[in-house]
């Protein structure tokens, strides 16, 4: 038997969960391991005269002064009673006695910025595994909160009669008729900027789409044989409800939800980029893309190390989204049945 198109893009989809599942994988384990991966404070700000703009791949001598301040230096060698640096284009002496960090032939301390530092000299690796927290924290509790409101508005409407139906509806239609890009700006600007607004805000924007489909999906069950029996057996609506109707309906919001993250992680960054969502110094993939819009063309770095985050965890979501769909939603195993029916008639 030679399975039909249908059947063949099923088991496509299917190929593509481990992927979806290894790259999120991956990138969660990035952001956990955050602390431990990244050679250096994110927001310290060694040298912000010599360190700003450095290239991927730059190497400098970190001069440790008694202070407490740091030096960046391309070089740094003892000579006689003094450390001669290279520094800005320059050389400079400075005392032996003012140098903490010195080592027989200058000092024993170095920087390597594997992808480059920002304006204020801070190194752009470490703040991106540290964005990586912040921004799939802030997109898994977004769609969490968003799925919890749709399932429950949803829930509501599709249970509670027309006149509640109609008026949840009605103002459903309402929300989605407003565009989400003026709304989350509009509320952005009412509250201060901070992570746990930026999740209220993309949470409370993100409900309506869940609500249609998840209601959707219980006025489908409602008139199943299995509901009907459970009614006539005298099951309250409540038990109905948590033991028959939401585990069949939960299917599609988890498979939507896993393809919102992306979505989700696309918004922050734009609000970020506007300078409405996760403030500095605290960095995000979306405000260190901000950060070096003004400079692509001398700094590309900034802007291109998180953007290329953005877009691999976008990618990745989708993959594991159509991985989960094509594995739990049974209208696929129906459809991959019915063209193996059709080829066999």
């Known amino acids: 038997m030679r399975p039909g198109p249908r059947s063949k893009a099923k088991e496509a989809d299917r190929s593509l969960l481990p992927w979806g599942m290894g790259l999120v994988a991956a990138l969660a384990l990035l952001a956990l391991l955050a602390p431990v991966l990244s050679p250096y404070n ?3 700000q060694i040298d912000p005269v010599a360190g700003r703009y ?18 960046l230096a391309r070089k740094a060698e003892r000579s006689g009673g003094n450390l001669l640096v290279e520094r800005l284009g320059h050389e400079t002496r400075l005392p032996l006695d003012e140098i903490v960090n010195l080592s027989p032939t200058g000092v024993r301390d170095h920087r390597y910025f594997l992808l480059g530092s920002d304006q204020f000299g801070r190194d752009v690796f470490s703040r991106l595994l540290y964005g ?55 509320l952005a600007a009412l509250v201060p900027s901070a992570t746990w607004i930026v999740v209220l805000v993309l949470g409370a924007t993100g409900w309506m789409s869940v609500a249609r489909l998840f209601r959707g999906e219980i006025l489908g069950l409602k008139g199943r044989d299995f509901v ?54 605290a960095a995000s993939w979306g405000n260190m893309v901000a ?19 953005i877009s691999l965890t976008v990618i990745s979501f989708n993959l594991l989204g159509d991985g989960v769909r094509s594995r739990l939603d049974p209208r696929s195993s129906r459809s991959a049945t019915t063209s193996s029916a059709e080829v066999l008639g």
Do not use: C, K, Y
């Open 54 to 71: 450095l290239p991927p791949g730059a190497r400098r001598v970190a001069v440790h002064l008694r202070d407490g301040r740091w030096m």
């Open 132 to 186: 990586a927290r912040v921004s799939l924290t802030i997109a898994l509790l977004a769609v969490a909160l968003s799925a919890a409101l749709g399932v429950t508005i949803g829930g509501l409407a599709a249970l509670g009669g027309s006149w509640i139906d109609g008026f949840l509806m009605r103002a459903v239609d309402a929300l989605l008729a407003f565009p989400r890009l003026f709304l989350l700006l509009f």
């Open 228 to 281: 009907l029996a459970s009614r006539g057996l005298g099951l309250s609506p409540l038990r109905i409800f948590f033991r028959h109707l939401l585990p069949n309906a939960i299917t599609p919001v988890v498979v939507d939800a896993s393809l919102r993250v992306g979505e989700i992680i696309l918004v922050e960054a734009a609000l970020s980029f506007l300078g409405l969502g996760v403030q500095p110094p």
């Open 291 to 309: 950060d070096g819009s003004t400079v692509l063309t001398s700094a590309w770095w900034l802007a291109a190390f998180p953007g290329l985050a």
């Open 42 to 44: 994110p927001d310290q």
